[in-house]
């Protein structure tokens, strides 16, 4: 901090003013807010030299080009600390939020999607000419080295931990062939690496600018389009890929004459390969690290892949098709039901991790707080256990607050459900939540569903009840 100070009040010779902490980015910079009367910048303190080096290098570049970058306003002597304009608050993705939720874009936020893809050509063919990649960080170009770590980060990170059975050889040599194709496309132009909404800033003044390009390399322009287009969580409909697409080709050809049909040929290779490279990243993070918005991101990235198959699979790659093809009914979206049946969905989770999304596309159910209950994971005895084991089972069912919670918790389940049949309906969802997610969660989500499967158990032509403890990735169909 003292830092950031110092390189501010050289620079303004402003001696009051407000530092204020931004929320973290993805990478190791810390951003802060600069704010004094009559002005605000932005302060960026990294912890890695190389990445500094190369953000500050290209940004100079573009901002030499008339390319919509921040300017930079100061910089420390080591390069750790630098100031640049404040360009506000707004992202992109902040931006098209609405239409994000509901896979639905309004045409002011398919106006900005567009004009997206329509700037990324500059970039690409612009800011390529005369530019020194040898400054590009962590590595200068696209190459069968960092595109064979990406197919080994989905390899290890996601479909291992799977469970799904592969043949290793034959993948490896499917990956192999995928490197090579993909490498067919390489030019002297500049990757982005990371172009997405969060990543495109919309200024108070109606601007749009481009930030966190400092991953950029020498590559082929395929990946930037795959990477925005088909960026999972969006939930573009094929109709607005195809548009953006297409956008996309007419800003190119501003640049460089390319063949529409071979480049759509091409585009469908990298669609594949930033699919696996982000499942890599959300089996890191959501199965490794147990981070909820990774997983609750797999079924996105599962329609992507779903979408892309429907097109035609490839059989130039048929082991990891097949592997693939077996992955998507697993982590993939439920399709919609039309037997008009009333799912009941339970599931235990830990707060620390968030509330479980709602697939049913109703916004949730209901929530129930277990952290009133004693906590047999205090005790070291109990630690290693879960709500499954019979000593957590007595332990808790010897508190005199757990039959009462289990009580009232079924009891208005029941009046939901029952009224939920007479109306029709077909989805409910039903959460606990401990601290952990491994014990009292566990375990009054599975009371639930042993009294919910008694109660209905005759009626399973009309109700179906799915337990999910979600922090031990179970899963189980009661009825």
């Given at each position: 901090?003292?830092?950031?100070?110092?390189?501010?009040?050289?620079?303004?010779?402003?001696?009051e003013y407000?530092?204020t902490?931004?929320?973290?980015?993805?990478?190791?910079?810390?951003?802060?807010?600069?704010?004094?009367?009559?002005?605000?910048?932005?302060?960026?303190?990294?912890?890695?030299?190389r990445?500094?080096?190369?953000?500050?290098?290209?940004?100079?570049?573009?901002s030499?080009?008339?390319l919509?970058?921040?300017?930079?306003l100061a910089?420390?002597?080591?390069?750790?600390?630098?100031?640049?304009?404040?360009?506000?608050?707004?992202t992109?993705?902040?931006?098209?939020s609405e239409?994000?939720?509901?896979?639905?874009?309004?045409?002011?936020?398919?106006a900005?999607l567009?004009?997206?893809?329509?700037?990324?050509p500059?970039?690409?063919?612009?800011g390529a000419?005369?530019l020194d990649?040898?400054?590009?960080?962590?590595?200068?170009c696209?190459?069968?080295?960092?595109v064979?770590?990406?197919?080994?980060?989905?390899?290890?990170c996601?479909?291992?931990?799977?469970?799904v059975?592969?043949?290793?050889?034959?993948?490896?040599?499917?990956?192999?062939?995928?490197?090579?194709?993909l490498?067919?496309?390489c030019?002297?132009?500049?990757?982005?690496?990371?172009?997405?909404?969060?990543?495109?800033?919309?200024?108070?003044?109606?601007?749009?600018?481009?930030?966190?390009?400092?991953?950029?390399?020498?590559?082929?322009?395929?990946?930037?389009l795959?990477?925005?287009?088909?960026q999972?969580?969006?939930?573009?409909?094929?109709?607005?890929?195809?548009?953006?697409t297409?956008?996309y080709?007419?800003?190119?050809s501003?640049?460089?004459v390319?063949?529409?049909?071979?480049?759509?040929?091409?585009?469908?290779?990298?669609?594949?390969?930033?699919?696996l490279?982000?499942?890599?990243?959300?089996?890191?993070?959501?199965?490794f690290?147990?981070?909820?918005?990774?997983?609750e991101?797999?079924?996105?990235?599962?329609?992507?892949?779903?979408?892309?198959?429907?097109?035609?699979?490839?059989p130039?790659?048929?082991?990891?098709?097949?592997?693939?093809?077996?992955?998507?009914?697993?982590?993939?979206?439920?399709?919609?039901?039309?037997?008009?049946?009333?799912?009941v969905?339970?599931?235990?989770?830990s707060?620390?991790?968030g509330?479980?999304?709602?697939?049913?596309?109703?916004?949730?159910?209901?929530?129930?707080?277990c952290?009133?209950?004693p906590?047999?994971?205090?005790?070291?005895?109990?630690?290693?256990?879960t709500?499954?084991?019979?000593?957590v089972?007595?332990?808790?069912?010897?508190?005199?607050?757990?039959?009462?919670?289990?009580?009232?918790?079924?009891?208005?389940?029941?009046?939901?459900?029952?009224?939920?049949?007479?109306?029709?309906?077909?989805?409910?969802?039903?959460n606990?939540?401990?601290?952990?997610?491994?014990?009292?969660?566990?375990?009054?989500?599975?009371?639930?569903?042993?009294?919910?499967a008694?109660?209905?158990?005759?009626?399973?032509?009309?109700?179906?009840?799915?337990?999910v403890?979600?922090?031990?990735?179970?899963e189980?169909?009661?009825?």
């Amino acid at each position: 901090m003292e830092r950031i100070k110092s390189l501010f009040e050289r620079y303004s010779g402003v001696t009051e003013y407000r530092i204020t902490p931004l929320p973290a980015s993805g990478g190791n910079r810390q951003y802060f807010r600069i704010s004094w009367n009559g002005g605000s910048c932005i302060a960026a303190a990294g912890s890695s030299l190389r990445e500094n080096y190369a953000f500050l290098y290209l940004d100079r570049y573009f901002s030499s080009l008339g390319l919509p970058v921040p300017e930079v306003l100061a910089v420390s002597e080591d390069s750790m600390v630098y100031l640049q304009e404040d360009l506000g608050d707004t992202t992109l993705f902040d931006a098209v939020s609405e239409g994000r939720r509901s896979g639905s874009y309004s045409p002011e936020e398919k106006a900005l999607l567009r004009a997206a893809v329509e700037a990324l050509p500059a970039f690409q063919y612009v800011g390529a000419s005369g530019l020194d990649f040898s400054q590009c960080r962590p590595v200068s170009c696209f190459d069968r080295t960092s595109v064979m770590f990406d197919l080994n980060y989905f390899k290890y990170c996601f479909l291992k931990p799977s469970g799904v059975e592969f043949d290793e050889m034959a993948l490896e040599e499917d990956f192999g062939q995928l490197c090579d194709r993909l490498l067919t496309c390489c030019t002297e132009n500049f990757q982005y690496r990371d172009f997405q909404g969060r990543n495109i800033m919309l200024t108070p003044s109606g601007d749009m600018r481009f930030i966190d390009f400092q991953g950029g390399r020498m590559g082929p322009v395929h990946y930037d389009l795959a990477s925005f287009v088909w960026q999972a969580r969006a939930r573009y409909s094929p109709e607005l890929k195809a548009e953006l697409t297409e956008t996309y080709l007419e800003a190119q050809s501003h640049y460089a004459v390319v063949r529409r049909k071979d480049f759509l040929t091409d585009l469908r290779q990298f669609v594949l390969f930033r699919t696996l490279q982000v499942l890599g990243a959300y089996g890191f993070r959501g199965m490794f690290e147990r981070r909820p918005h990774f997983l609750e991101s797999i079924p996105y990235a599962m329609d992507n892949l779903q979408e892309l198959f429907s097109s035609g699979t490839f059989p130039e790659y048929p082991c990891l098709c097949r592997t693939l093809e077996e992955l998507i009914p697993i982590y993939g979206h439920r399709k919609p039901r039309t037997d008009g049946k009333l799912l009941v969905r339970i599931f235990s989770f830990s707060y620390r991790k968030g509330i479980p999304e709602d697939e049913g596309g109703n916004g949730g159910g209901y929530v129930f707080d277990c952290r009133g209950v004693p906590n047999p994971g205090r005790l070291p005895e109990y630690r290693g256990l879960t709500g499954l084991d019979g000593p957590v089972i007595e332990y808790l069912q010897a508190c005199t607050e757990t039959e009462a919670f289990a009580q009232h918790t079924a009891a208005l389940a029941k009046q939901h459900i029952d009224n939920y049949l007479e109306r029709g309906f077909t989805d409910l969802m039903f959460n606990f939540g401990c601290t952990g997610g491994r014990h009292r969660s566990v375990y009054f989500a599975e009371r639930l569903a042993d009294c919910l499967a008694e109660t209905y158990g005759s009626s399973s032509d009309r109700i179906g009840i799915t337990l999910v403890h979600r922090e031990q990735n179970l899963e189980r169909q009661v009825l």
